[in-house]
């Protein structure tokens, strides 16, 4: 039992080790992510990288610590430890049964769990509250089922539902545009619908949970500006960069009139959704996936550290565990 | 009208037939659950007992009130119709607006932050861009 709560609170340390770097990643990649020259679907690709690097740095660095002990155990490489100094912390060995796992290490691993659990919960929650008032909502609101109108005279419009996907107009919205900009304003909520950006918003919040909380705002707004922008391209290629600028402005100004304090819709930058329909398409300052590519090399770069340097990681365990 | 701003917290959660109850109460002066059976209940294979519990519940989140007259109670709303859906909207687009997880999506964004000089400025770009593709 020593044994097997030695190896995890091990691990548990390089777990944390590989969530710091996951955090910190971000702080010099999101100058990269956060460029008007991007088009959306690749800022939005880059930022959820970056999201996700605090999940898959813990995961890749505990399963390379722990890939060493199960390829001796399939005898695929040799049981090595036995040829070397037992100075520090094996993964594999009953060396793992000498870390105290005292009320210190109880303390702070229940402390990060239930961290990371209220965490869920709180946006679980959220998420809950908001899907039961949405479906209140729709169920007051009238039309089809895809398209419900709510009786309100302040506008605006969403997208909204995982499963069962609709938009919700208000008829102050409706009554405040003329037909062409209505169906503008419905070509940008389908194709939030058509790319299930309800889902996609959702499971982004779920990798924010590990984002220290400045940094999963900023990484939020890029990724929100992203999809806004990508519904937008969705209503100009129907109706022009004109009508699409234009009844954005024209929303805005209908807002405008029924300033109220809870009432404000949205969460990208309308303004610059503005400018850059107005101005001449984005450029990609660097070939299509280079991002990508770079920050794949990257990761591999770790686990191979990670996997050819395991005893300098294990010392380290060794080192902050205090044996 | 005055906006109303009830808090988050002020809009009960509602389930299908208690919104289904709420919209008939709110077309009549008075109800009876003998009458909300009627209308709403029947064609739904509710039971009246069911209805009777539904608009109990409605009457102990206080958005209905009752009275009593002779061996029945009589029913009525408490909340106006538009002062639900306000706090109902209020509660989304809120949250919505503010730097908390959301799984919406839509079209604009918070209109107070924007400055008057931009939004002109890019008004006259849009009528100048116009101009420009009239005379091609």
Known sequence: MDNALGLFWSLWLVAILGWLLGTLWPYVSLHFVDNSRLSPASRARRVLILAALPWLLPVILVTLVNAVPLLKASHWVADHCRYHSHGHLHACDAIAGSIDFGYVNITLTGLIIVLLLTSFLRLARREWQMRRRLLMLSAFAQGKPRVRVVDDRRPFALAAGIHNRFVLLSRGLLQQLSRREKRVVLAHEFAHLRHADPLRN??????????????????????????????????????????????????IRASRSYHTERCSAVGANALQRIQRLLAAH?????????????????????????????????????????? | ?????????????????????????????????????????????ISANTVQSTLERLFRKQLLRREKQGHAFYYSAQVPRQQLLVG??????????????????????????????ALQALEAEIIARRKREGRR
């Open chain 1, 202 to 251: 959702l499971l982004f919040e779920c990798l924010l949970t590990l984002h220290l909380p400045q940094r999963a705002t900023a990484l939020r707004r890029v990724w929100q500006q992203a999809l806004e922008e990508r519904a937008d391209d969705a209503a100009v290629a129907r109706f022009g960069r004109d009508a699409v600028a234009s009844t954005l402005l024209q929303v």
């Open chain 1, 282 to 323: 984005e450029r990609e300052t660097h070939p299509a996936y280079f991002f990508e590519s770079v920050h794949l090399a990257g990761l591999l770069v770790v686990a191979a550290l990670a996997f050819s340097h395991h005893h300098t990681l294990e010392t380290w365990v060794a080192w902050v565990a205090g044996i």
């Open chain 2, 1 to 45: 009208m005055a906006h109303q701003h009830p808090q988050s917290s002020s809009v009960p959660p509602l389930g299908e037939l208690e919104i289904a109850v709420l919209e008939y109460v709110w077309h009549q002066p008075q109800v009876s659950a003998k009458e909300t059976h009627a209308a709403i209940g029947a064609a739904r294979g």
């Open chain 2, 88 to 117: 109902l909207i209020n509660d989304v687009l809120g949250r919505f607006g503010r730097d908390t997880p959301s799984s919406l999506a839509a079209f604009v964004e918070a209109a107070e932050q924007l400055d008057e000089n």
